[in-house]
C-alpha cells in the first residue's frame, strides 16, 4: 500500500529553533504547511522566523523562489510559546538537545496535549527511536526523521522506525519528505542509524594511518580527495565538524555497539579534544586556522626521470587507465602478459595495486624486492594524485622509478611509508564492509545504504556500488589481509560479503 504524504492542511509543530529546527521548519514552510516554532529560550523562535525570511529572500533574489511563494512561505511561520500551542498540529518534529531524558520528557509532555491522531517525529542524530519512544503511552506513534545540516540544502532524510514505530505512520512520513523535495531511505533504530553508522570508517582509517605515520594530514587529505573522489578528507572534515561533535558519535557509537572494535575511538582525537583543538570553531585543529597561518601543503614528489622500458599487463581499470594516459603523452610502451596481477612494470621495477598487504609484505611473498604498490583511485582516467609505497627490500631507485612513471602518466605523486591497504583503499573497504553489515542486520537495504552515504556526508560513489566495481572478491582479500596483518576483530568481513563470495553474485546481484 502507499501512503500518502501529510496534506499541506496539516499544521507543523517543530520544536528548537538552532539550525536544525529552524531549517525543517523552512522546508515544512516552503512546502505549504503552516509552522509553529517552539522553543525554551526567549525571543528565539521569533528571531528563527526572521532569519528564515531572510533565507526566502536571497532565494527570490537568486531566482530560485517567486516573490509570492516567498512571501506566502513567510505568512505561514507561527512562533509558538507554549506546548500546548501545538495541539492542533498534524505532525511535530523536535530538534532539541541530544539527551535521552530530556526528549522523553518533551514527547510525554506533547502526548497529554496532543491529539492521538498527531505523528511525533524526532530528528535525533544518534539517540534510539525505541528507547525515546518507551516512555510514551502510544509509543508507535513515533518515528525518527533525521535531517541533515543545512536540512535546506542536504537531500537526505532518514526515516527511522524503533521496536514499536508503526510501520504506516513510517511509510507516511516517507513520502512527507519525498513531497518536501528530500530523498527519504529507511532505517531501523540502531546505534548511528545509517550514516553515522557507515561513516566511522572514513574517520578512523584515517586517524589509524596518521598514527601509523603513514603520511601527514594534509598528503593524507589530498590522496583521499585528488584520487578517492571525496569532496573533503578525513581530517580537514573532522576539523569542519568540530572534534567535540564527531568523538562524542564516535564514542556513542561504540558504546552502544558494546565496545566493538570495528568502533574503538581514536587516542589522538581524544588528545585534540582534551586540549581545546576542535578544529575550525576554535581555530586550531589537525589545521591551523588563523588568520596568517600558512596553508598546509600535502608531500608531492619531485620531478623524477621518466624509465625507458614500460610493460603494462592486462585490462584492469589501473591498468588500462594507465595505458591510456601514457599514449596520450605518446611515451612507448608494450602490452604483456602475466602470470600474476601486476599492472605496470617499469625499468625493472614491479607495481601492483594494494591488496591490503604492505608492499614489504607482498615483495616477499612474491620473491620481487623492487616492487611497489599503488593505491586506488575513484577513476583513474580524472584522478590528478596516485599514492605509492615502496618495499623495504628494494633499492634506492625503485621509488624514483616509479614516481617517473607515474609522473609521465600526468599524476602528482605521494609517497606513503609502507602501511597496509594505503589510504583509499583500506577506507572504502571499510566503508563498504561497514554498510554490509547495515545491510546484514536488517538495518537498511543495499540501495539505501549507498544512497544515504551519497547524500548525507557527500560521497562520490555508495560504498556497496565502489565495492561490486573494486570487485567484492579483492575486497574481501583487502579485509582479510588487513585483519590478519593487525590481528584484530576491527577488520572481520562481514556475512554479507561472505555469502555473495560463496554465491558467486555482486552486492547488487
Same mark, same amino acid.
Given at each position: 500500500? #502507499? ?139 513515533? *518515528?525518527?526523521?533525521?535531517?541533515? #545540516? ?34 527519504? @531511505? ?6 548511528? /542509524?545509517? *550514516?553515522?553508522? *557507515? ?45 567535540? *561533535? ?166 602528482? @605523486?605521494?609517497?606513503? #611509508? ?66 590478519? /596483518? ?24
Amino acid at each position: 500500500m #502507499n501512503f500518502q504524504a501529510l496534506s499541506t492542511s496539516t499544521s507543523i509543530g517543530v520544536i528548537g529553533a538552532g539550525a536544525m529546527g529552524a531549517g525543517i521548519a523552512q522546508i515544512a514552510a516552503a512546502a505549504g504547511h503552516t509552522v509553529h516554532i517552539l522553543d525554551a529560550r526567549e525571543g528565539a523562535a521569533a528571531q528563527a522566523i526572521a532569519n528564515i525570511q531572510a533565507q526566502f529572500l536571497k532565494l527570490v533574489a537568486k531566482g530560485k523562489m517567486t516573490a509570492e511563494d516567498a512571501n506566502a512561505a513567510a505568512q505561514r511561520l507561527m512562533p509558538a510559546s507554549l506546548i500546548s500551542e501545538l495541539s492542533s498540529t498534524g505532525l511535530v518534529i523536535e530538534a532539541i538537545v541530544e539527551n535521552l531524558d530530556v526528549k522523553r520528557e518533551l514527547f510525554s509532555s506533547l502526548e497529554a496535549v496532543c491529539d492521538a491522531s498527531c505523528i511525533f517525529a524526532t530528528n535525533t542524530s544518534s539517540i534510539s527511536i525505541t528507547s525515546i519512544a518507551a516512555s510514551l503511552k502510544n509509543p508507535a506513534r513515533l *518515528v525518527g526523521m533525521h535531517f541533515f #545540516n543545512p536540512a535546506p540544502l542536504m537531500a537526505l532524510v532518514e526515516i527511522i522506525s524503533g521496536l514499536a514505530t508503526s510501520k504506516e505512520l513510517a511509510e507516511t512520513l516517507y513520502a512527507t519528505a519525498k513531497a518536501w523535495g528530500k530523498t527519504p @531511505v529507511y532505517a531501523k533504530s540502531t546505534p548511528g /542509524f545509517i *550514516v553515522n553508522r *557507515v561513516a566511522r570508517p572514513f574517520y578512523a582509517e584515517g586517524l589509524r594511518l596518521l598514527n601509523e605515520g603513514a603520511a601527514d594530514c594534509a598528503t593524507l587529505d589530498a590522496i583521499m580527495r585528488e584520487s578517492g573522489g571525496f569532496k573533503m578528507g578525513p581530517f580537514e572534515l573532522m576539523d569542519m565538524i568540530g572534534h567535540d *561533535v564527531n568523538f562524542a558519535v564516535t564514542q556513542s557509537v561504540w558504546r552502544a555497539f558494546y565496545n566493538d572494535q570495528r568502533f574503538l575511538p581514536s587516542l589522538i582525537q581524544q588528545e585534540m579534544v582534551e586540549a581545546g583543538h576542535l578544529g575550525k570553531k576554535t581555530k586550531r585543529g589537525f589545521y591551523n586556522y588563523d588568520d596568517h597561518a600558512t596553508p598546509s601543503m600535502p608531500n608531492t614528489e619531485g620531478l623524477a626521470k621518466r624509465p625507458l622500458d614500460i610493460t603494462i599487463f592486462g585490462n584492469s581499470r589501473a591498468a588500462s587507465a594507465l595505458a591510456h594516459r601514457l599514449h596520450s603523452a605518446s611515451i612507448v610502451f608494450v602490452q604483456g602478459e602475466a602470470s600474476d596481477d601486476r599492472i605496470v612494470q617499469a625499468d625493472g621495477v614491479v607495481i601492483y595495486e594494494t591488496d591490503g598487504r604492505t608492499a614489504t609484505h607482498r615483495a616477499q611473498a612474491n620473491g620481487i624486492h623492487q616492487l611497489v604498490l599503488s593505491d586506488i583511485a575513484l577513476d583513474y582516467e580524472k584522478a590528478t594524485r596516485i599514492a605509492i609505497t615502496v618495499a623495504h627490500q628494494a633499492n634506492s631507485q625503485t621509488k624514483q622509478i616509479a614516481i617517473g612513471l607515474f609522473q609521465v602518466a600526468g599524476y602528482h @605523486v605521494s609517497s606513503l #611509508n609502507d602501511v597496509a591497504g594505503m589510504a583509499v583503499m583500506r577506507t572504502v573497504s571499510m566503508l563498504a564492509n561497514e554498510a554490509a553489515d547495515a545491510v546484514n542486520q536488517g538495518v537498511c537495504d543495499a540501495a539505501s545504504a549507498d544512497t544515504a552515504m551519497r547524500l548525507g556526508v557527500n560521497y562520490p560513489r555508495g560504498p556497496l556500488a565502489w565495492a561490486d566495481e573494486i570487485g567484492i572478491l579483492k575486497v574481501n582479500q583487502v579485509l582479510k589481509h588487513l585483519n590478519d /596483518f593487525y590481528g584484530e576483530d576491527r577488520y572481520r568481513v562481514s556475512p554479507l560479503i561472505q555469502q555473495c563470495i560463496f554465491a558467486g553474485t555482486t552486492i547488487y546481484a
